[in-house]
């Protein structure tokens, strides 16, 4: 019993212990509840909103690219995609037997499906079918029911209409790659697609938009539930380029003719860049889908450089196109007068070294005018041994040569202007006095893309002031656009008589029968346009070569050819109203408008082709081929309106030419009101009535006939006469004047041809601006 | 994790541990009820019941089940320490468990690796979130947001929404709790206490050692499961897999915890019936009597206790406050 009692005490004793313990770890539960559900219940009451709620973001929708007219250049074109949601059917591989009645669906799609199938989760939907068109997602649509799990998806894909025309300016887009990256989760969005190259990356940040938010309600694999709130985002901002579409084609319909070439056509006044070219080219829809890679190594192993933009990534010696800025830095320093004469017996010695002009028998005395117009090599030697090349270099880079311009489409080079300093930094040896007399004909040392040669002839024609090309209308401030203020462009300080000297040079080469581009002039007043030709060798001629006779062009391996080049500018007359008629339909400008200021476009035209300057050559030498001007009409019943002949008319641009600017211009204007009021002249337009509608269609069609290409008559009208309905839907415009550059590799026409092609561009593009 | 905690008897499945765990307590429970209080004391003796204890938590380990392993030990030392066992043998124990600590670095590396995982997860969540310290981070959230309150029934965004793994078993009082709060969980907390209670009262007023040890065995088993869980979905200790009794989904835990506790309402039956005058002269409410009928017919019988006072040594006051209550 004593034993029972013993045992018993102890066994109360402790099992009361036991207890006290066994409450009091509860006590402990109960505080830590306490700890959790009171003292941190905040932090976890967030914590257990985060686990539930996802956000999800909504991508935007990328801004388009429109041209000067808003024609779009890239658009979004809805993606369908049809995904199948293996939660949803309960045999994969039996849907898509069923889908592939209606679709095709490729051997390698079923086994990635199928992979996916097994990877992830199921409730994820998996693509089967991209990039469908409408019909294809029709039939799908209507067969649902007998697909268990196939849903229909929708994204955004990038799409060019114009394809090749804009693939350089425009650039493409592509999925961004690890280094792009910033953190911005948009970015990680499998749509998301960045600018690459072109407009589309430089505008990129102002086209992409906001992503909106969507507040999704989603359990722990992640399966959204229900959407339980939305913030929708801004969508990216449409960006207007300067470019016209209708001459951009043009441009690039011309330049598809030869093997590869660039051509831009800006306006002088604003910088604008009406063009830009680059031939060959690609497509750039082809990166938008992810581009096959056989295409991609094509593409880079091409010589000809489809990747490249040679407008302003290709960097050539500019050739004679560059005397004028000799010429400017001669007559700034003071060196020549324009009326001094200097004799070109074809070469020029200087020590041991003979350099020779492109003419073998020499030019005779010639003075700056004609020895721009004839593109005279040894007088530009004699006036760049007297200038200088430090004081050549800093006259060419006032004209924007040899430096970044600063313009929005990526990849552009600076060119390269020397200067002794530069040739001792870079290569270590002293300037020669002969690097001078090459420098001084644009080769050598001196390089030059095709943009900056528009933008020389641009600030020459515009009166000498510094006007800065741009690609689009609105500039990027912070990440959005904003509209760029046109300003007056800032003087270069250049006095306006040495101008007027180089320019009436400029004219003379194009205008004049001994002018190296006479073959490419251009009759209709308004259309006038002056330039210069030049050719870039890139071989050295050999002595045996210049004693045998110059190789053909087509001798040459594509490579080893020259580069031929024009620059020119609409020299048109201030007084001139400048309307055109566009080529399909015959609505006119408004007349009415005021011809107040002049826009200029400036252009300069390369071409690669064979020999220099042949044709400048037969131009010079051979009287002109007698051509018929565009228009004129020979049969039919108005061809006793012929004009006055060809004779009477050299005889007054004889007479003209020993005129001053001004003088010649008023003489100009009023032979032809002469010619209009006698029924003679080039003048259709003046004549009224059903004789003058006669005429109109007849030039019309014989000037189809003869260009092919969408070239125009002008057809000058005096001013009062209707205004067509393209002109009462727009308001009347500024006449514009235009500079261009265009550079080619011909087989076999001659600069002039593209001078031509200039002058119908100009025409075909103040056209279609007024239309 | 491949534990071999189940025997499949092709038409339900059973634990073993289960079974050893009611095993073990009875064993001991009967062992000690021979051994004389100065035989308890006597070291030798004890060699026998602690084998029968750490054999079975050894294979248990190994199963590996780490949990039931621990709760095996725990009963073990529990009836030790409630047969009387000299405390300083306790302190001896305690001793070499802090060897073993300082022993640790060899421990750790015996241990598995999801063994290690979870020791490591334990002591810093934040380490694994979305593999092993997934549950306890996933836990801790649902407790605490449900507040004081609760967010009401059938409302808790957790568990509803699968944030919750192991929602009906392990981690059901996190649930409950995200549905019922900080008074929810009080109230849960007030009723395990309340059947501790009543437990204990019952191994106090056994006759018998064996019945003593038996009550309060059971008892220990149970408050180990409740602290356990609760410890375990709090996370003050590392997860080791113990339903809450008699509110975790799992048919054998709730059939042995209903046998166990027909064992305690035996042991307070035997000893109402004994108190009235033993089983044998009179018929005494059976057995298999509900507690509640139970306890009103021993509240009769004990009436005529109270004059006599305890030969047991309990005093009248104590007994009836305890009986009556």
Same mark, same amino acid.
């Given at each position: 019993?004593?034993?029972?009692? $013993?045992?018993?005490?102890?066994?109360?004793?402790?099992?009361?212990?036991?207890?006290?313990?066994?409450?009091?770890?509860?006590?402990?539960?109960?505080?830590?509840?306490?700890?959790?559900?009171?003292?941190?219940?905040?932090?976890?009451?967030?914590?257990?909103?985060?686990?539930?709620?996802?956000?999800?973001?909504?991508?935007?929708?990328? $801004?388009?690219?429109?041209?000067?007219?808003?024609?779009?250049?890239?658009?979004?074109?809805?993606?369908?995609?049809?995904?199948?949601?293996?939660?949803?059917?309960?045999?994969?591989?039996?849907?898509?037997?069923?889908?592939?009645?209606?679709?095709?669906?490729?051997?390698?799609?079923?086994?990635?499906?199928?992979?996916?199938?097994?990877?992830?989760?199921?409730?994820?939907?998996?693509?089967?079918?991209?990039?469908?068109?409408?019909?294809?997602?029709?039939?799908?649509?209507?067969?649902?029911?007998?697909?268990?799990?196939?849903?229909?998806?929708?994204?955004?894909?990038?799409?060019?209409?114009?394809?090749?025309?804009?693939?350089?300016?425009?650039?493409?887009?592509? /999925?961004?790659?690890?280094?792009?990256?910033?953190?911005?989760?948009? +970015?990680?969005?499998?749509?998301?697609?960045?600018?690459?190259?072109?407009?589309?990356?430089?505008?990129?940040?102002?086209?992409?938009?906001?992503?909106?938010?969507?507040?999704?309600?989603?359990?722990?694999?992640?399966?959204?539930?229900?959407?339980?709130?939305?913030?929708?985002?801004?969508?990216?901002?449409?960006? %207007?380029?300067?470019?016209?579409?209708?001459?951009?084609?043009?441009?690039?319909?011309?330049?598809?003719?030869?093997?590869?070439?660039?051509?831009?056509?800006?306006e002088v006044e604003?910088?604008?860049?009406?063009?830009?070219?680059?031939?060959?080219?690609?497509?750039?829809?082809?990166?938008?889908?992810?581009?096959?890679?056989?295409?991609?190594?094509?593409?880079?192993?091409?010589?000809?450089?489809?990747?490249?933009?040679?407008?302003?990534?290709?960097?050539?010696?500019?050739?004679?196109?560059?005397?004028?800025?000799?010429?400017?830095?001669?007559?700034?320093?003071?060196?020549?007068?324009?009326?001094?004469?200097?004799?070109?017996?074809?070469?020029?010695? +200087?020590?041991?070294?003979?350099?020779?002009?492109?003419?073998?028998? $020499?030019?005779?005395?010639?003075?700056?005018?004609?020895?721009?117009?004839?593109?005279?090599?040894?007088?530009?030697?004699? +006036?760049?041994?007297?200038?200088?090349?430090?004081?050549?270099?800093?006259?060419?880079?006032?004209?924007?040569?040899?430096?970044?311009?600063?313009?929005?489409?990526?990849?552009?080079?600076?060119?390269?202007?020397?200067?002794?300093?530069?040739?001792?930094?870079?290569?270590?040896?002293?300037?020669?006095?002969?690097?001078?007399?090459?420098?001084?004909?644009?080769?050598?040392?001196?390089?030059?893309?095709?943009?900056?040669?528009?933008?020389?002839?641009?600030?020459?024609a515009?009166?000498?002031?510094?006007?800065? /090309?741009?690609?689009?209308?609105?500039?990027?401030?912070?990440?959005?656009?904003?509209?760029?203020?046109?300003?007056?462009?800032?003087? +270069?300080?250049?006095?306006?008589?040495?101008?007027?000297?180089?320019l009436k040079?400029?004219s003379?080469?194009v205008n004049?029968?001994?002018?190296?581009?006479?073959?490419?002039r251009i009759d209709e007043p308004e259309l006038a346009m002056g330039?210069?030709?030049?050719?870039?060798?890139?071989?050295?001629?050999?002595?045996?070569?210049?004693?045998?006779?110059?190789?053909?062009?087509?001798?040459?391996?594509?490579?080893?050819?020259?580069?031929?080049?024009?620059?020119?500018f609409s020299s048109a007359s201030r007084r001139c109203a400048s309307p055109a008629m566009p080529a399909p339909s015959s609505s006119s400008t408004a007349a009415a408008g005021p011809p107040s200021r002049r826009r200029s476009r400036?252009?300069?035209?390369?071409?690669?082709?064979?020999?220099?300057?042949?044709?400048?050559?037969?131009?010079?030498?051979?009287?002109?081929?007698?051509r018929r001007p565009e228009g004129r009409a020979t049969h039919g019943p108005a061809r006793h309106l012929r004009r006055s002949s060809r004779?009477a008319r050299a005889r007054r641009q %004889?007479r003209l030419g020993?005129l001053g600017p001004r003088a010649a211009h008023r003489a100009r204007v009023l032979h032809r009101l002469r010619d209009a009021v006698l029924g003679r002249g080039r003048q259709h337009g003046a004549l009224g009535g059903a004789a003058g509608r006669a005429l109109r269609r007849r030039a019309r069609a014989d000037a189809r006939?003869r260009a092919?290409?969408p070239a125009l008559v002008a057809c000058a009208r005096l001013p009062g006469l209707r205004a067509g309905p393209a002109a009462a839907r727009r308001p009347p415009t500024r006449s514009t004047r235009w500079?261009?550059?265009?550079?080619?590799?011909?087989?076999?026409?001659?600069?002039?041809?593209?001078?031509r092609?200039?002058g119908s561009t100009s025409a075909s593009s103040s056209s279609s601006r007024r239309s | 994790?491949?534990?071999?905690?189940?025997?499949?008897?092709?038409?339900?499945?059973?634990?073993?541990?289960?079974?050893?765990?009611?095993?073990?307590?009875?064993?001991?429970?009967?062992?000690?009820?021979?051994?004389?209080?100065?035989?308890?004391?006597?070291?030798?003796?004890?060699?026998?019941?602690?084998?029968?204890?750490?054999?079975?938590?050894?294979?248990?380990?190994?199963?590996?089940?780490?949990?039931?392993?621990?709760?095996?030990?725990?009963?073990?030392?529990?009836?030790?320490?409630?047969?009387?066992?000299?405390?300083?043998?306790?302190?001896?124990?305690?001793?070499?468990?802090?060897?073993?600590?300082?022993?640790?670095?060899?421990?750790?590396?015996?241990?598995?690796?999801?063994?290690?995982?979870?020791?490591?997860?334990?002591?810093?969540?934040?380490?694994?979130?979305?593999?092993?310290?997934?549950?306890?981070?996933?836990?801790?959230?649902?407790?605490?947001?449900?507040?004081?309150?609760?967010?009401?029934?059938?409302?808790?965004?957790?568990?509803?929404?699968?944030?919750?793994?192991?929602?009906?078993?392990?981690?059901?009082?996190?649930?409950?709790?995200?549905?019922?709060?900080?008074?929810?969980?009080?109230?849960?907390?007030?009723?395990?206490?309340?059947?501790?209670?009543?437990?204990?009262?019952?191994?106090?007023?056994?006759?018998?050692?064996?019945?003593?040890?038996?009550?309060?065995?059971?008892?220990?088993?149970?408050?180990?499961?409740?602290?356990? =869980?609760?410890?375990?979905?709090?996370?003050?200790?590392?997860?080791?897999?113990?339903?809450?009794?008699?509110?975790?989904?799992?048919?054998?835990?709730?059939?042995?915890?209903?046998?166990?506790?027909?064992?305690?309402? =035996?042991?307070?039956?035997?000893?109402?019936?004994?108190?009235?005058?033993?089983?044998?002269?009179?018929?005494?409410?059976?057995?298999?009597?509900?507690?509640?009928?139970? !306890? !009103?017919?021993?509240?009769?019988?004990?009436?005529?206790?109270?004059?006599?006072?305890? !030969?047991?040594?309990?005093?009248?006051?104590?007994?009836? =406050?305890?009986?009556?209550?």
């Open positions: 019993m004593g034993r029972q009692q $013993g045992r018993a005490r102890t066994f109360t004793r402790r099992s009361l212990l036991l207890l006290g313990g066994q409450l009091g770890l509860f006590g402990v539960l109960a505080g830590r509840l306490y700890w959790l559900q009171v003292v941190e219940s905040e932090k976890y009451q967030t914590l257990s909103d985060t686990n539930r709620i996802s956000l999800r973001l909504v991508p935007p929708v990328r $801004g388009r690219v429109l041209d000067r007219e808003g024609e779009p250049l890239a658009v979004n074109r809805p993606n369908y995609r049809i995904v199948v949601v293996p939660e949803l059917t309960g045999n994969v591989g039996a849907t898509l037997d069923a889908l592939a009645t209606l679709l095709p669906v490729g051997e390698a799609d079923r086994r990635r499906i199928m992979r996916d199938v097994a990877r992830k989760r199921r409730f994820l939907p998996i693509v089967v079918r991209e990039n469908l068109s409408w019909e294809d997602v029709g039939r799908v649509a209507v067969n649902t029911q007998d697909l268990p799990g196939v849903q229909f998806d929708v994204g955004f894909a990038r799409e060019y209409p114009r394809g090749m025309d804009f693939a350089h300016v425009v650039g493409y887009v592509a /999925p961004p790659a690890e280094a792009d990256l910033t953190g911005d989760p948009l +970015l990680e969005l499998p749509d998301f697609r960045i600018g690459r190259n072109g407009i589309e990356r430089v505008y990129d940040l102002a086209m992409r938009g906001r992503g909106g938010t969507s507040q999704l309600e989603v359990n722990a694999v992640g399966r959204p539930i229900r959407e339980l709130d939305r913030v929708d985002g801004d969508p990216g901002q449409d960006v %207007a380029l300067t470019i016209d579409a209708g001459l951009q084609r043009f441009c690039m319909q011309r330049l598809s003719q030869e093997e590869s070439g660039a051509a831009v056509v800006m604003t910088g604008e860049v009406l063009a830009s070219s680059s031939w060959p080219s690609f497509d750039p829809n082809e990166f938008a889908t992810g581009i096959p890679a056989g295409l991609w190594r094509e593409l880079l192993a091409d010589t000809r450089g489809p990747l490249t933009n040679k407008v302003v990534s290709g960097q050539y010696a500019p050739g004679s196109t560059y005397k004028m800025v000799v010429a400017l830095a001669g007559l700034e320093a003071g060196v020549i007068a324009p009326d001094h004469r200097i004799h070109c017996p074809g070469h020029m010695d +200087l020590g041991d070294n003979r350099f020779h002009c492109w003419r073998r028998g $020499g030019h005779g005395a010639v003075d700056m005018v004609e020895a721009i117009q004839q593109s005279c090599d040894v007088y530009f030697y004699e +006036l760049s041994r007297r200038v200088g090349i430090d004081r050549i270099s800093a006259m060419s880079r006032r004209f924007g040569l040899g430096q970044s311009l600063g313009i929005d489409v990526p990849g552009e080079r600076a060119g390269l202007m020397p200067t002794r300093a530069w040739k001792e930094a870079i290569h270590g040896k002293p300037w020669a006095q002969g690097d001078t007399l090459v420098a001084g004909i644009g080769q050598g040392f001196v390089l030059a893309t095709p943009l900056q040669l528009a933008v020389m002839t641009a600030r020459m515009n009166g000498g002031r510094a006007v800065e /090309p741009h690609f689009a209308r609105q500039r990027i401030e912070g990440g959005s656009l904003v509209d760029r203020v046109e300003e007056p462009a800032p003087s +270069l300080g250049i006095p306006q008589r040495h101008l007027a000297v180089v040079a400029m003379s080469v004049d029968p001994r002018g190296t581009a006479f073959r490419a330039g210069k030709t030049g050719t870039s060798q890139v071989r050295r001629i050999t002595a045996q070569e210049r004693a045998t006779g110059m190789r053909r062009p087509h001798e040459v391996p594509w490579n080893e050819r020259d580069h031929a080049l024009f620059v020119g400036a252009t300069s035209c390369w071409r690669r082709r064979g020999a220099t300057a042949p044709a400048g050559r037969c131009a010079a030498r051979a009287p002109p081929a007698r004779r %004889a020993e006939r092919g290409a500079a261009c550059c265009c550079s080619s590799r011909s087989r076999c026409s001659g600069a002039s041809a593209w001078a092609s200039a | 994790m491949g534990a071999q905690r189940w025997i499949d008897l092709g038409f339900f499945q059973f634990q073993p541990t289960e079974l050893m765990k009611l095993g073990l307590v009875l064993v001991l429970a009967r062992h000690f009820h021979a051994m004389s209080q100065e035989q308890v004391r006597k070291p030798h003796r004890l060699a026998w019941p602690v084998l029968l204890g750490v054999v079975p938590a050894l294979l248990v380990a190994k199963q590996p089940d780490l949990g039931s392993a621990l709760l095996l030990l725990t009963l073990t030392g529990a009836l030790l320490f409630l047969a009387g066992v000299r405390l300083w043998k306790f302190a001896a124990v305690v001793a070499l468990v802090l060897a073993a600590l300082a022993a640790l670095p060899l421990a750790w590396s015996r241990l598995r690796d999801y063994q290690k995982q979870r020791v490591l997860v334990f002591l810093d969540p934040e380490k694994d979130p979305l593999g092993s310290g997934y549950h306890i981070i996933q836990s801790k959230i649902a407790l605490g947001s449900g507040g004081i309150w609760g967010k009401g029934f059938m409302q808790g965004t957790q568990s509803y929404l699968q944030f919750l793994p192991e929602k009906q078993t392990d981690f059901i009082f996190t649930m409950y709790a995200e549905e019922f709060g900080l008074a929810g969980g009080i109230v849960l907390l007030a009723l395990y206490a309340a059947i501790l209670v009543y437990g204990t009262m019952i191994a106090l007023v056994a006759r018998s050692q064996f019945g003593r040890l038996l009550a309060s065995g059971i008892m220990v088993a149970f408050w180990v499961y409740a602290f356990i =869980n609760m410890a375990m979905v709090t996370g003050l200790i590392p997860v080791v897999g113990e339903p809450l009794p008699f509110v975790s989904y799992g048919g054998s835990a709730l059939v042995s915890l209903l046998v166990s506790f027909g064992l305690v309402i =035996n042991v307070y039956v035997s000893t109402a019936t004994r108190r009235s005058g033993g089983p044998a002269t009179r018929a005494g409410p059976e057995p298999g009597r509900t507690r509640r009928a139970g !306890r !009103r017919a021993s509240v009769e019988k004990a009436k005529p206790l109270s004059t006599s006072p305890g !030969r047991l040594g309990i005093s009248p006051a104590r007994s009836r =406050n305890r009986v009556g209550a």
